[in-house]
């Protein structure tokens, strides 16, 4: 009889968790696409409000990298809530991210800048492009980001991609062809182009950041991103300062918009915080999923706030992404694979 109780109690306790779980992972999921979508109209807004005053996209850039200060903090301040370690042992394990116990600056600069590098391309790329397409175009181009880390992980990774995954990518080759026949939501190859770019330079930053430092955890990330926000600040303020003294990050101080500004730099945050956090404590598929319901959130916004209208080329270019990112993303052929041998063992 006991034996029956102690089942029936492990049985709630299974389901309780797995109902907590499923809860955290729609909330994740939630949070992730409204932050990315929102990231990317807020800085579409900075950049589109004021143009005569303000059109500073490198120096926003600077800004909203600054942010990621604070995510080893965050992290630190987890493990002393809910961690089942020192804060001694959590920071000695992060520390390995830079292969030492002790992180020094030598260590610090060779293997953080050149990730700084390719973090800035991606993003200067991004915020330029939105001065000459909407967000949802950008974040829809940006979702083939999927397809070329595939591509990249067979040349620098020896990772043979799949069936599913080379037809991802060629999906979004089509998706990234029709969407530049659009008037309505792109517009401009320039923008186009440099989307692309970015979604490019992302995906060298994911697969050299896998190349160099593996299966890093929660902590060692947090840490790496803490790092790259502060060579941010004491490295990138110089490249910022030029443009601005050139003009060519036009600013006029007393109508920076800071609202949008701002605004842009948190979400940024938040959905860097959810990405890293998700991963580490949930499932990589749960960010994905994220991302991917982003991409509707930001074509309402653009419809509902800014009036765009839905053009036949959007609507296709955008399924064609979608459709990408799914077989780029998702492991559907282990799913395929699973499904087959349950029903062959079923029917035995």
Not at 117 to 125: F, G, H, L
Not at 173 to 181: E, K, P, Q, R, T
Not at 250 to 259: D, M, N, Q, S, T
């Amino acid at each position: 009889m006991s034996a029956v109780n102690d089942g029936t109690i492990e049985h709630k306790e299974k389901t309780s968790a797995n109902v907590k779980k499923s809860i955290a992972s729609v909330i994740v999921i939630s949070l992730v696409a409204v932050s990315w979508a929102c990231a990317t109209q807020f800085s579409k807004s900075a950049l589109t409000i004021n143009r005569h005053d303000f059109y500073a996209p490198y120096s926003m850039v600077w800004f909203n990298t600054n942010f990621m200060t604070i995510c080893y903090p965050v992290f630190l301040f987890y493990i002393v809530l809910f961690g089942e370690v020192t804060v001694q042992e959590a920071h000695k394990d992060a520390c390995l991210v830079f292969s030492r116990k002790t992180v020094k600056l030598r260590h610090i600069f060779t293997k953080v800048v050149p990730f700084l590098v390719m973090w800035v391309a991606a993003n200067y790329s991004y915020s330029y492009a939105l001065g000459h397409i909407s967000a949802s175009a950008a974040s829809a181009i940006m979702s083939s980001n999927t397809a070329m880390v595939a591509i990249l992980a067979y040349f620098l990774l020896s990772v043979v991609p799949s069936v599913v995954k080379v037809l991802g990518a060629l999906l979004a080759i089509a998706g990234v062809v029709v969407i530049s026949l659009d008037n309505e939501f792109t517009g401009s190859l320039v923008g186009v182009s440099l989307v692309i770019f970015s979604a490019l330079s992302a995906a060298f930053y994911k697969v050299f950041f896998k190349k160099v430092n593996c299966d890093a955890n929660l902590g060692q990330v947090s840490l790496f991103m803490t790092m790259l926000g502060l060579c941010n600040l004491l490295l990138n303020i110089w490249p910022a300062l030029i443009l601005v003294y050139t003009d060519v990050d036009h600013i006029k101080f007393h109508a920076v918009p800071w609202l949008p500004l701002i605004g842009a730099a948190l979400l940024s945050l938040i959905f860097n915080f959810l990405v890293n956090f998700g991963i580490a404590l949930l499932n990589p598929l749960i960010i994905s999923v994220g991302m991917l319901c982003g991409i509707p959130v930001s074509a309402a916004i653009d419809i509902i706030f800014r009036g765009m209208t839905v053009s036949w080329t959007f609507g296709t270019s955008a399924c064609l992404f979608i459709l990408s990112f799914i077989l780029s993303t998702f492991p559907l052929e282990q799913w395929w694979r699973q499904c087959r041998e349950t029903r062959t063992s079923s029917a035995v």
